[in-house]
């Protein structure tokens, strides 16, 4: 079953590997599934079933013109969850997909969810104003908007990813060839869903949804992460959620994922171990 039909008639790609307590992963922007394919061999490797899916517009899914907001994409969360029969599941999520979690917590009621995870996540809430001072100012964000109007290839490979993986003058934590596969798959989504999204994880404030996280939360952040700064997102959302645990990585990027796979591996197989 390589594909969830959702209820809005949108093809979604899912990849289901190993048996026992699933676990569904949720990629950040604008990847696919295939940014958590070291964690999910690990899960599968270590008796769990994990599964990813690709999000509406991305990768291997279908590109329908509308859908990219969050009420929206949580309801295709549940319609994954659904179709694929998966109970007493671990959510996590990744950057964009943080959101993805913390709005499936609220609006669907966190159901059939026993554990939770944000990595690197947006939420609460990126966008810089009077009472979120440690956020992204818009311009930031206008000029992501206008970096993928101009030259969306050019602007993910030499300015976006670069920033995402850590990659400096002095530093280099990643391989060009690393960058060369993430502008590649980001490449696979249609523009205006990137757009949409961006928009969404930007101008989304998930605060009055971190009550309902009711089940033992993992929060992973790096302490280096320039694009969705510790501060505002990590650090404000272990504040906000109860029965939640912290883990800063020191200087880790956005992207750790990749720059910290193994420790990401390991404390996730921790948590879930629990």
């Known amino acids: 079953m390589p594909y969830v ?16 307590r699933p676990v569904v992963l949720l990629h950040g922007w604008p990847l696919s599934a295939d940014m958590w ?7 599968a490797e270590a008796g769990f079933r994990a599964i990813a899916y690709d999000r509406r517009g991305f990768g291997r899914s279908g590109q329908p013109w509308s859908g990219y907001d969050y009420d929206t994409l949580s309801d295709d969360l549940a319609d994954v ?13 990744f950057s964009m997909g943080g959101g993805e979690v913390a709005r499936y917590m609220s609006r669907h009621d966190g159901k059939g969810v026993v554990a939770a995870g ?9 966008l810089k104003t009077d009472d979120n001072p440690h956020g992204t100012d818009q311009s930031v964000f206008d000029q992501i908007g206008q970096g993928l109007r101009d030259d969306r290839a050019n602007f993910l490979r030499h300015t976006f990813f670069k920033q995402f993986f850590g990659v400096g003058f002095i530093s280099s934590p990643v391989s060009d060839d690393v960058l060369d596969w993430a502008t590649s798959v980001a490449m696979q989504a249609g523009l205006k869903p990137t757009l949409a999204c961006a928009e969404s994880f930007s101008q989304t404030d998930f605060r009055p949804d ?13 302490t280096g992460d320039q694009t969705v700064p510790i501060d505002a997102a990590g650090r404000a959302a272990a504040a906000g959620i109860a029965h939640s645990q912290l883990v800063e990585y020191d200087g880790a990027p956005h992207g750790l994922n990749v720059t910290h796979s193994d420790r990401l591996t390991s404390d996730l197989l921790t948590f879930l171990g629990r």
């Not at 996280?213 to 952040?221: N, Q, S």
Request: aromatic share 6%; glycine share 10%.
């Open 37 to 43: 394919d070291a964690q999910m061999m690990a899960l």
């Open 81 to 93: 969850l659904e179709a694929t029969g998966a109970q007493d599941a671990a959510i996590i999520g």
């Open 210 to 222: 971190l009550s309902a996280f009711r089940v033992p939360t993992l929060i992973v952040h790096g």
């Open 118 to 126: 944000l990595i690197a996540s947006v939420v609460p809430y990126m």
């Open 5 to 20: 039909k959702t209820r809005d008639g949108t093809d979604i790609y899912v990849k289901d590997w190993g048996e026992g």
